[in-house]
Structures are given as structure tokens and as C-alpha cells.
């Protein structure tokens, strides 16, 4: 396939016109006129994946790997080397992120991994009628997550009827929600919580990593019928547990 019909296919599942102002969503890399027979999906670019990518091929990631400006290519800093490595092998390079989020992931996220089959989406919150008590969903959590422990702000509520779930980064979004006991997202701030307790609101940290590690296959299923050779890579977590 070429370049250019990948491109009209992601954007038809998932229109990158629907991305932040501030993301950097769509191709990064690449001729649109090249011929792609094998892609790679991954959270992110590393050293791994630029490696080990054959050449002429695509890398879909849900992170842009250029998020800012770049002033130059030297040197051997992320992302300059990956870049330069990229090109010399002509491989192409599209980031699905805000607008993936808005269509597909966030939905895949409370389906897929947390279970939850009844839910509504308001843009990047979905918003879920639960009967629980704080600890169970914490136990949820941790048990669907395969995660040792949680980073947490409890308000005291010992019983949750509405819970709100936001893959990636959602601690800007704590001033829109609406009746919520419970607020699950990931890379909250101190002050954040501060203000949550303090509003009767209850913080579940998942980490950005393991709220969007699922990426790569909520991706593939919409890509099977595809003529094309699709490898699912796993980016390492950047951050570890001890």
C-alpha cells in the first residue's frame, strides 16, 4: 500500500482534524507516494523499534516522537538520533495520539481492560455507573493493571456510584467532570489531588504508561483487513517498580 492510503484509512477511522491544538498528530515521516509492506505498532519510538524496524517500512505510535520544535539534527539526543536513524532507513513515521484517544482508546481502555461494558464518553472522559467500594475498585484496578500497588487520594467515600476514566494524562480535566466519586487517569499533581480530597473527589494514579500500553492492539484489530504485514512492538515502561 502507499503511504498516502494508510494515511486516508487512519484518518478515516480516526480524523487527525479532531486532535489538540497543542498535539502533533498525523505523519512525521515519510513519502506520501512510498510503498509500505510492513508496520510496526508501538506506544512510543526506542532504541529497540528504530533497530530493529526493517527498511521502507511504517511505525504507527500513539506519542509523537516529535512533539516540539527541533532547531537542528546533531548530536546523540532522543529524538535526534532515532530521527536521523528513521530516515536513513527510510522508514515512515504517523503518531495517532489525541485524536486516537477521542475515538478509540479511552473507550478500549474501560471496555478491554478494566471491564466495565455499560459507559458514556463526554470527549476525552467516560464516565461509568459503578456499585463499589473505594478498596474494590482499587483491588479492580490493580488485578486488571497487573500492577504491585496504586498511587492514590482517598476523600473518605466509602462507597463510589459514578467513577470517570481518562487514559494517559487527565489531571486537567478534574475542573469538567460532573457528580464523579472517583477520577482514574494518570500523571496527577500534587496540588491536583490537594484540591480533589478537598472536593469529596477520590484519585486512582494508573500511570500513563499502563493506561495506554494497550495502544498497539486496540489499533490492530481495525487494522487486520489491511494488506500489510503488522508487528506489534512493547516499548519499555520508562519508569520502574521497586
Not at 520544535?69 to 528513521?86: D, I, N, T, V
Not at 500511570?207 to 519499555?236: D, W
Request: glycine residues 6%; contains cysteine.
Amino acid at each position: 500500500m502507499k503511504l498516502s492510503e494508510i494515511y486516508h484509512f487512519l484518518n478515516t477511522l480516526s480524523p487527525f482534524e479532531r486532535q489538540e491544538s497543542w498535539d502533533n498528530s498525523g505523519i512525521l515521516l515519510g513519502d506520501l507516494e512510498g510503498e509500505i509492506s510492513t508496520l510496526y505498532l508501538s506506544l512510543d519510538v526506542d532504541e529497540a523499534l528504530v533497530k530493529g524496524a526493517e527498511e521502507n517500512s511504517l511505525i504507527i505510535t500513539h506519542h509523537p516522537l516529535i512533539f516540539k520544535g527541533l532547531k537542528h539534527f546533531c548530536g546523540g539526543s532522543y529524538p535526534r538520533a532515532f530521527l536521523r536513524e528513521l530516515i536513513r532507513k527510510n522508514v515512515a513515521l504517523i503518531a495517532l495520539h489525541t485524536n486516537y484517544d477521542l475515538s478509540h482508546l479511552n473507550a478500549y481502555f474501560v471496555r478491554e481492560i478494566l471491564g466495565f461494558d455499560v459507559f458514556s464518553q463526554e470527549g476525552f472522559l467516560i464516565y461509568v455507573d459503578v456499585n463499589l467500594s473505594f478498596r474494590a475498585l482499587c483491588e479492580r484496578v490493580k488485578e486488571r493493571l497487573h500492577l504491585p500497588f496504586l498511587r492514590v487520594s482517598d476523600c473518605g467515600k466509602e462507597h463510589l456510584r459514578r467513577i470517570a476514566v481518562c487514559t494517559g494524562s487527565g489531571g486537567d480535566l478534574i475542573p469538567s467532570l460532573r457528580e464523579v466519586d472517583c477520577f482514574l487517569s494518570g500523571d496527577f499533581k500534587y496540588h491536583q489531588a490537594l484540591e480533589a480530597v478537598s472536593n469529596e473527589l477520590s484519585l486512582i494514579d494508573l500511570g500513563h504508561y499502563e493506561s495506554e500500553g494497550c495502544f498497539a492492539t486496540s489499533l490492530a484489530q481495525n487494522l487486520q483487513n489491511l494488506p500489510l504485514r503488522i508487528i506489534m512492538c512493547v516499548s519499555k515502561n520508562p519508569f520502574q517498580y521497586f
